[in-house]
Structures are given as structure tokens and as C-alpha cells.
């Protein structure tokens, strides 16, 4: 079992920058992939971007360039710093973690961006 919780979410106006954190609290080792997605009202759950234990990152292509995801293997930690937010940006961020190849997510931390 892997308990995933976020934080960093909160308002911005268009083109600032918000920095979101999730952590597996615990002595848990070889999380393998680490990541995010975020949900829209009425939008399905979508990728936003993911990194690899090796740190080999995806993003989705709505975020290249603007986001970055990091991970500290140590601290069992993943960051996505977010920066020239849009509107668009818009959701509410969800946590993902794969460990023994189950999924796990967090609990959701919302991001507003609107002037």
C-alpha cells in the first residue's frame, strides 16, 4: 500500500507559476514510475507528465515546455513545477505512483488558474 499526498496547489493568474509536490511517506523502495494528471470539469483524467525511477520523463504535449517533472528517489518525492500557466491549465492535479505494478493516487490538490 502506498499513501500518496500532495501539495502546492492553490490561484494564479495567468502566466505565473505554481510548483506541486507528492510524497510517499514511509520506508518504501523501487517506486518505479511517478507522476501527474489532473482532471477538468467534465474532461476525462488526461497525462500530464511522467518520470521513470531512472528519470526518463514523458510529457503530455499541452505542457512541454512550460512544465518540468523531477523526482528525489531518497525522499520517495515527485515535483511538478509549472510555469506560464493558462487558463487551460485549469484542474484539479492528481499524484500517481506505480509500485509493484499497482497503481496508486493521491487525493488531489486543485489548480486555478484566471485573472
Known amino acids: 500500500q502506498v499513501q500518496l499526498v500532495e501539495s502546492g496547489g492553490g490561484s494564479v493568474q495567468p502566466g505565473g507559476s505554481l510548483r506541486l509536490s507528492c510524497a510517499a511517506p514511509g520506508s518504501i523502495v523501487s517506486i518505479s514510475t511517478m507522476g501527474w494528471y489532473r482532471q477538468a470539469p467534465e474532461n476525462e483524467r488526461e497525462l500530464v507528465a511522467t518520470i521513470a525511477r531512472e528519470r526518463t520523463t514523458n510529457y503530455a504535449d499541452s505542457v512541454k515546455g512550460r512544465f518540468t517533472i523531477s523526482r528525489d528517489n531518497a525522499k520517495n518525492t515527485v515535483y511538478l513545477q509549472m510555469n506560464s500557466l493558462k487558463p487551460d491549465d485549469t484542474a484539479v492535479y492528481y499524484c500517481?505512483?506505480?509500485?509493484?505494478?499497482?497503481?496508486?493516487w493521491g487525493q488531489g490538490t486543485r489548480v486555478t488558474v484566471s485573472s
Open positions: 500517481y505512483a506505480r509500485y509493484l505494478g499497482l497503481p496508486y
